[in-house]
């Protein structure tokens, strides 16, 4: 019977050194479990970084093209008023050349005030410069005899 005994022995070791093996596995795997859950962890917070990143960089590019924008309107207003100055400077040339015109036809003909009198030949004529608000017009009057 002492064999059996032994032999019983050496089986419940053989059992216990089992269910420690399968244990140590068991653990073993829950472990690895772990890791592989705290990896997949640190990959999402790694793509949600790459995420971020490429939003700054997006607001980045598009706060640039904001201020391109802002640059181009400054320019263009500045065009703008640039352009109302010149058609300014060009109608006041104009109205000077016109106010010349009219003085050098008044000196030609004699006329040396507003609504002076002439005489050509058998008519009577009236010259008189009529300064209407900025529009400078010559206007010749004939008078009948």
């Given at each position: 019977?002492?064999?059996?005994?032994?032999?019983?022995?050496?089986?419940?070791?053989?059992?216990?050194?089992?269910?420690?093996?399968?244990?140590?596995?068991?653990d073993?795997?829950?472990?690895?479990k772990h890791?592989?859950?705290?990896?997949?962890?640190?990959?999402?917070?790694?793509?949600?970084a790459?995420?971020?990143?490429?939003?700054?960089d997006?607001?980045?590019?598009?706060?640039?093209?904001?201020?391109?924008v802002?640059k181009?309107k400054?320019?263009?207003?500045?065009?703008?008023?640039?352009?109302?100055?010149?058609d300014?400077?060009?109608?006041?040339?104009d109205?000077?050349?016109?106010?010349d015109?009219?003085?050098?036809?008044?000196?030609?003909?004699g006329?040396?005030r507003?609504?002076?009198q002439?005489?050509?030949?058998d008519?009577?004529?009236?010259h008189?410069?009529?300064?209407?608000?900025?529009?400078?017009t010559?206007?010749?009057?004939?008078?009948?005899?």
């Open positions: 019977m002492t064999d059996a005994i032994t032999k019983a022995m050496n089986d419940a070791i053989a059992k216990k050194k089992k269910a420690k093996a399968k244990q140590k596995r068991i073993e795997e829950h472990e690895a890791i592989a859950d705290e990896v997949a962890k640190a990959k999402q917070i790694v793509d949600e790459i995420e971020a990143k490429r939003v700054a997006e607001a980045v590019e598009a706060k640039q093209v904001t201020d391109e802002a181009a400054w320019v263009a207003d500045e065009a703008t008023e640039a352009r109302r100055i010149a300014e400077v060009k109608r006041i040339a109205e000077k050349a016109a106010v015109k009219v003085k050098l036809v008044a000196g030609l003909l006329v040396t507003k609504g002076a002439a005489r050509e030949g008519r009577e004529v009236m008189s410069v009529s300064a209407s608000g900025s529009l400078f010559r206007m010749l009057i004939l008078l009948s005899e």
